[in-house]
């Protein structure tokens, strides 16, 4: 396309070179304090590796005490209320406010500290300009701020775990009036309570998404190389810039919401407290005039985005592998660009569809239940592409390619029991049953998380110039993909048997998760095998812990584009240098020019020029063309 | 390295990169912002009869107030215009102009009209209690004429002890029954020297004109303050683009200037454009 020749033009020459000079910079700024979107993404990423594995650490806890309620905790008992507080596991046994602290951070970190900075900061900051060929982003000083915000937040949420009271403890979604009046009272701290700084922390990383998202979208705008059109972006780039539009307007009135239950909580205000309201038997002192609800539809407002925002760059890695290891252009790419936009101009209108229980009336029910349904359509275009790009393809099973092609069974379980949960009427039944968990986690653990896992594996040669070990890649593949499904199958089951999502004991003491056994065992029964999966499971992630840091080092030494793969990021060498390309790309074709007919290589890379043998190529057979 | 576009346009958007940025920035302040008004019709929609009260804010003040920004946003297009005709000096003065408007309307919101609020003492009466203060209230004629029901008795605390309050009347509950109190008034009446003794025991919450007296007052701080937040931010901005480092990059690179005063400039727009929001809702309906 000519019409993004372009030039820069009234250069200063007194600012031209100053830019030119070279220096070198020291420690701090080139790894610490860096500019570099590379090392701005790989922070990110380290950081919300280290997050995923904490917030799942925090779930191998709590499994413990759902699969063997009231029972001391073997070996590690004994320390971990040295580490949390004696209140926390006295004699190793858990008490209800510390598991329920556990639920709490272990959503709040997987999804806010764990996914997003590694599915939307890392890999958007360290491909996207790559593979748009620009030299960095366009406002490096705010990305660096923007990845420091996420470190201050995320201490901030740790903080809260060693703070009089413990961490925040009113579930993932801080529903109030509970989440007004937790965590507040004798022996806590005014401020630095938990829920208190869950708030705190929280207007950080919403602070970080939206520095990162206004980054990103003006970067993918501004930046994209000579040639580069709109639809000749790879579909990686696309699910960036929609994720980025869906955090830039759906955080926002996330923010308003935690700054009003920040002043209900220190400044005495009633923004979500009705009047009347008793506290411990004892009626307290506020104005009332709140309302509950409120809360609830300024949380889910973000909330529903924020679910597109943990799978849209999956979609993003996944299409980029498939269309590499099948080694076939990515099947219906326009469909798949106009899914990927309808969607995220659908996921703001389905919010509601969280609240089924709350008495909303029919009409307004009606309305959610509708875009609910519509919101499936893009998805299932864009899981039905994915499968046809396999068809007829000469696959190569890499690493990559095994967790993308598992995430696609995974994420359509996940997407198909979630069409239940969109009918009010269905919903009313499996309401916080173990059925929802069972859902969502099935979009972002084996969904997500796997997408993430694939990017991993296949940008690190990228980033380091070396592959991860193909060997320990499959040891760590087949038991987690095992697990995931031993720990979530079963909890369908549950929570069909109506097992509620936030029993403490497991359900032990429940009837509903006693009198019927499914396949030989009750709903309770259950909760010890699905523990020990994902107990086994933990274990399952230290071949990817050792691959990932042995290998940074002594990991085979490949070439700058390893997996013979045809977008821009391929060009650069590996690992880029400072501005990333030695000569600043062209891109001639479309992203994904696998298997072009008549050509030596079975990839094209998108900077190699069209011939113009190619074009008369191009046109259909003669026998094909009407009359 | 450089980044392109940070200064230049890009031929095929016509824009460089800190105008896309800048306007983004601003569409996620709309929704942070928006989500607040959205919580103020909320409550207001939801608030039980004689709960939301009107006619507290000082208007004349307000009005003030807005005509500062509006001032101030004007100057800013004028010096964005001095540096397009490249007149640095003509500059300067517009922006210390612009400069001095935001200074003047934090100082009056912070240091006048937030203080006179939490000098103020409301007290609501419980249900069973309004009759007992009728002569504070006026209830029985609200109730001829179909007017929602007076529950709050505001005004100075003059002092207090463990059973009751002594409070120096508004003038709404020093005359209750005079048609004039019907509607607030666009200049404020002071306070009367008309003293009523409150039972402790008849009252169901009385505080200073704090955030949690009310919704009102929890709204009116809270977008109040985050909009003053805006305001500072705003102000800080353009005295770092004031000070004599400004200087030295119109030298450099006069464009460079203009195009971050311009940025600037638009963020400054919209935090007016929030108090032409914020004044009739709090202020006037």
Request: aromatic share 16%; net charge neutral; hydrophobic share 50%.
């Amino acid at each position: 396309m000519d019409a993004s020749t372009s030039v820069e033009t009234h250069q200063d020459p007194h600012a031209h070179a100053a830019e030119h000079e070279h220096h070198e910079l020291g420690f701090w700024r080139k790894y610490i304090f860096s500019t570099d979107h590379k090392v701005i993404g790989i922070q990110y990423g380290i950081t919300g590796l280290l997050f995923l594995l904490l917030g799942f650490s925090l779930m191998m806890l709590m499994r413990w005490q759902l699969a063997y309620p009231g029972q001391a905790l073997p070996v590690i008992g004994k320390w971990l209320p040295h580490i949390f507080g004696a209140g926390t596991m006295p004699d190793g046994k858990m008490t209800p406010d510390f598991y329920n602290s556990l639920g709490a951070m272990h959503g709040t970190i997987m999804i806010f500290l764990g996914v997003v900075p590694l599915a939307f900061a890392a890999f958007g900051n360290f491909v996207v300009p790559l593979q748009i060929g620009a030299p960095d982003m366009t406002f490096p000083k705010v990305n660096m701020a923007s990845y420091w915000a996420l470190f201050v937040g995320g201490s901030i949420m740790l903080t809260s775990f060693f703070v009089p009271g413990g961490a925040a403890k009113s579930g993932w979604t801080s529903y109030v009036p509970l989440a007004a009046f937790s965590d507040a009272g004798p022996g806590h701290n005014p401020v630095f309570n938990g829920q208190t700084l869950w708030l705190i922390g929280f207007i950080f990383l919403i602070t970080s998404s939206l520095l990162g998202a206004v980054n990103f979208i003006t970067t993918i705008i501004q930046l994209r190389a000579k040639g580069l059109t709109w639809m000749r972006l790879p579909f990686f780039v696309w699910s960036q810039f929609v994720t980025a539009f869906l955090l830039l307007l759906a955080f926002p009135p996330l923010e308003a919401a935690i700054i009003m239950q920040l002043m209900d909580r220190v400044a005495h205000t009633s923004f979500f407290l009705p009047a009347g309201l008793v506290v411990n038997g004892a009626p307290v002192s506020i104005s009332g005039g709140g309302s509950p609800l409120l809360w609830q539809h300024l949380f889910w407002f973000l909330g529903h985005p924020e679910v597109y925002v943990l799978i849209l760059p999956a979609f993003g890695i996944v299409a980029e592998i498939l269309a590499n290891n099948s080694r076939k252009p990515l099947w219906g790419y326009k469909s798949l660009v106009f899914s990927v936009l309808v969607i995220g101009f659908l996921s703001f209108i389905v919010w509601a569809h969280h609240m089924w229980m709350t008495g909303m009336g029919t009409a307004v029910s009606a309305f959610f239940q509708t875009t609910t349904l519509l919101i499936s359509i893009p998805s299932v275009i864009i899981l039905s592409a994915f499968f046809i790009s396999l068809w007829g393809g000469s696959i190569r099973f890499t690493v990559p390619m095994l967790f993308a092609t598992a995430f696609l069974p995974m994420f359509g379980i996940g997407g198909l029991t979630g069409i239940p949960l969109a009918f009010n009427s269905a919903d009313l039944y499996l309401h916080d049953t173990y059925y929802v968990i069972a859902h969502f986690h099935y979009i972002v653990a084996p969904g997500t998380i796997f997408g993430l896992f694939a990017g991993v594996y296949y940008w690190f040669p990228k980033a380091t110039g070396r592959k991860m070990n193909d060997f320990w890649g499959k040891v760590h593949f087949w038991p987690t993909l095992i697990c995931m499904n031993v720990i979530f199958l079963p909890m369908f089951l549950q929570g069909m048997a109506g097992m509620h999502r936030r029993w403490y004991d497991g359900g032990q003491g429940w009837n509903v998760s006693n009198e019927h056994t499914i396949w030989g065992l009750t709903g309770f029964q259950w909760n010890a095998p699905i523990s020990w999966a994902a107990w086994i499971m933990g274990l399952a992630q230290i071949p990817f812990i050792i691959n990932f840091f042995w290998s940074i080092k002594h990991g085979e030494k490949v070439n700058d584009n390893p997996w013979e793969a045809t977008t821009l990021e391929w060009t650069a060498p590996s690992p880029p240098p400072h501005g990333n390309f030695v000569h600043t790309p062209v891109a001639y074709r479309g992203p994904y020019e696998y298997s072009l007919p008549g050509r030596e290589r079975d990839y094209t890379m998108q900077n190699e020029p069209v011939e113009p043998a190619e074009r008369t190529r191009r046109k259909p057979p003669a026998e094909l063309v009407p009359a | 390295m450089e980044i392109p576009y940070t200064i230049s346009t890009r031929p095929d958007t016509g824009l460089w990169n800190a105008k896309i940025g800048i306007w983004l920035f601003l569409a996620s302040e709309v929704m942070l912002f928006g989500a607040l008004f959205s919580a103020y019709i909320f409550l207001r929609i939801d608030a039980a009869p004689g709960t939301w009260p009107h006619g507290l804010l000082n208007v004349p003040v307000g009005t003030g107030n807005t005509a500062i920004l509006i001032v101030s946003s004007v100057t800013v297009v004028l010096a964005w215009a001095a540096l397009k005709m490249r007149r640095y000096r003509v500059y300067w003065w517009y922006m210390l102009a612009t400069i001095s408007c935001g200074v003047i309307f934090l100082t009056v919101k912070l240091a006048y009209e937030w203080p006179q609020k939490f000098e103020h003492f409301g007290a609501y009466i419980k249900p069973d209690a309004l009759g007992k203060y009728e002569k504070y209230l006026g209830n029985e004629r609200r109730a001829e004429k179909g007017m929602e029901p007076r529950i709050e008795i505001t005004g100075h605390l003059h002092s207090q002890n463990a059973k009751e309050y002594e409070v120096a009347l508004d003038p709404v509950n020093a005359d209750p029954d005079n048609p004039v109190m019907d509607r607030p008034h666009f200049l404020p009446l002071p306070v009367t020297d008309k003293i009523a003794t409150i039972e402790k025991e008849d009252v169901e919450r009385a505080t200073m004109f704090l955030p949690t007296h009310s919704a009102y007052f929890a709204s009116y701080f809270t977008i109040t303050g985050l909009h003053g937040l805006h305001v500072l931010g705003g102000v800080l901005v353009f005295i770092y683009m004031w000070l004599p480092v400004s200087k030295r990059l119109y030298q450099r690179n006069p464009e460079h200037l203009a195009n971050r005063v311009e940025v600037s400039g638009l963020f400054w727009h919209f935090v007016d454009l929030i108090w032409i929001f914020v004044f009739p809702l709090f202020y006037l309906l």
